[in-house]
């Protein structure tokens, strides 16, 4: 979590309206007021040993700090453990700090899950991995392991991720790990801005940023941040935690001093919301050596907990709609060479039409199709990845990833 210790931070930021832009878009969100079987038993895979693992991991680097050499180490690892989950892409999104002492930072990564039905609709998750130290200003030997602020977070996206990867969704999902979150929301405000510029449509952004403290005495809770203009997608979280977790006290504050990622979302035009341990009893270790385990995150039940209530509130959102991939329609169809160069065959029982997006979700060309084996070509598009949505004449839509060279 991004504390704002520093004047120049306090000036970059101060560039930005607290206010949130107006939506982009508006969408509307279902109402849950009981359990689905389905979304309960993805919520109940999710794992207290594989979320300490990596935890534990993360904190186990000397720092995380944006600056320091070891941030690639972890942006590599992040890549890797992304990329072994299956998700249909996953990608290094590059920004440039701006208005301080160096230029160059660690990645995000963006993991993929393309929907089937919408899949220019986006439902996002993230959280930031960079880490901070008040103690020092050298960026290299100063020891961050950032725990709780944020390794908590991470862990939580990476389970979601795990588990949501062998389902199938009619909404894409975005899985992202952030950098330079403690320099004043750097690599998130980079990519907010990128989907805003390119009228990327996000149906919600769901914030992780430290969940892994809980005050001596005090049961489990959520304290929840969003602006105003976000209340109907609050709504939907409250309902969301309510259907699921009825004793689980839940409601709306503010931290009395920072901020984290889910703002560069509200002030990009985007719905937003960041669930957060107890603002008024958050763990006092961060930003210090002594955000470890044990000691920063000393309740797993309660980092659990949150990244449950992630993962299902992100599965709703999408729009579950198979208990595994291989149930889907994308068998009955062959779309190759993949890598392409110039031209793309597609072949189905049924083909209807086709429709081709970029990476950002944006649609690059629309062709209906003029029998069951069609052949299209892609010599004009730019390197890179690109979502191939077939439609079937039985109203069914199946979706391939393609990389055109």
């Given amino acids: 979590m991004n504390k704002l210790h520093l004047l120049i931070i306090i000036v970059f930021l101060s560039n930005f309206a607290f206010a949130q832009a107006p939506h982009i878009y508006e969408h509307t969100y279902p109402a849950v007021t009981e359990e689905n079987p389905q979304i309960r038993a993805l919520m109940d895979k999710v794992s207290i040993d594989s979320l300490t693992t990596t935890i534990e991991h993360l904190s186990s680097y000397h720092t995380r700090r944006y600056d320091s050499q070891m941030i690639y180490e972890v942006q590599d690892w992040l890549f890797d453990t992304y990329q072994s989950i299956g998700l249909d892409s996953v990608y290094r999104h590059d920004f440039k700090l701006q208005n301080l002492s160096i230029t160059e930072t660690g990645d995000n990564i963006i993991g993929i899950q393309w929907g089937t ?18 103690d020092g200003y050298d960026p290299d030997t100063i020891f961050a ?13 990476l389970e979601t991720a795990k588990i949501l990867s062998r389902c199938s969704f009619d909404r894409s999902i975005l899985y992202c790990a952030w950098c330079a979150e403690e320099c004043g929301l750097l690599g998130s405000a980079a990519f907010a801005k990128d989907c805003a510029e390119q009228r990327m449509d996000i149906v919600g952004y769901f914030n992780m940023d430290m969940n892994g403290y809980l005050e001596e005495g005090s049961d489990i809770h959520v304290h929840l941040m969003y602006t105003t203009q976000d209340s109907t997608f609050a709504d939907y979280f409250y309902g969301f935690c309510h259907a699921y977790y009825p ?17 560069s ?67 009955e169809i062959t779309v190759f060479p993949n890598p392409a160069s110039d031209r793309i065959n597609i072949k189905a029982e049924g083909l209807q039409n086709v429709t081709v997006y970029d990476m950002m979700g944006q649609k690059i060309v629309f062709c209906p199709a003029s029998s069951d084996d069609f052949a299209m070509d892609v010599n004009g598009f730019k390197s890179g990845l690109y979502l191939f949505a077939v439609q079937l004449k039985n109203g069914q839509t199946a979706t391939q990833s393609v990389i055109i060279r």
């Fill in 117 to 134: 039905k919408y899949p220019n609709e986006f439902v996002v998750c993230g959280a930031h991995y960079d880490s901070y130290n008040w």
């Fill in 145 to 157: 392991p950032g725990a709780d602020d944020n390794a908590t977070g991470c862990a939580g996206i």
């Fill in 247 to 263: 004793e689980m006290p839940i409601r709306q504050a503010w931290l009395e001093g920072g901020d984290s990622d889910y703002s």
């Fill in 265 to 331: 979302f509200n002030r990009n035009g985007y719905p937003a919301l960041h669930p957060f341990e107890d603002v008024h009893a958050s763990s006092p270790f961060i930003h210090s050596r002594l955000d470890v385990m044990g000691l920063s995150v000393n309740n797993m039940e309660q980092s659990k907990r949150f990244a449950e209530l992630n993962l299902g509130a992100v599965a709703t959102l999408a729009g579950i709609n198979n208990a595994a991939v291989e149930e889907t329609v994308v068998q």
